[in-house]
């Protein structure tokens, strides 16, 4: 997806699903707690997030899936906050 500057590619990644594959890895059991804890955090900093309720900050939530959004309305979401952005 474009982000504010069209020439430039923006991508987004699943946060949460990648903490949870990083964690799975039996060689990395010692940072299990830890990433685990980081998702506790990350749950608490979305919630402020939706909180705040700011459309540059739920950009960011949604394209690092941060939101429980589905999928296939994260693009129609991000695309709802840049029209906030520009009003």
């Known amino acids: 997806m ?14 949460p699903a990648l903490i949870k594959e990083i964690a799975g890895n039996p ?3 010692f940072a299990q707690t830890p990433l685990r804890l980081l998702l506790g955090k990350l749950g608490q900093i979305a919630l402020r997030a939706t909180e705040l309720n700011d459309p540059e900050l739920n950009i960011l939530m949604l394209e690092m899936k941060l939101y429980e959004v589905p999928h296939k309305d994260i693009y ?6 840049k029209k906030r952005i520009k009003n």
Not at 2 to 11: A, T, Y
Not at 76 to 81: A, D, G, P, V
């Open 27 to 29: 060689d990395l059991r």
């Open 2 to 15: 474009p982000s504010k500057k069209d020439n430039e590619m923006h991508f987004n990644i699943d946060t």
């Open 76 to 81: 129609t979401q991000i695309e709802n906050q």
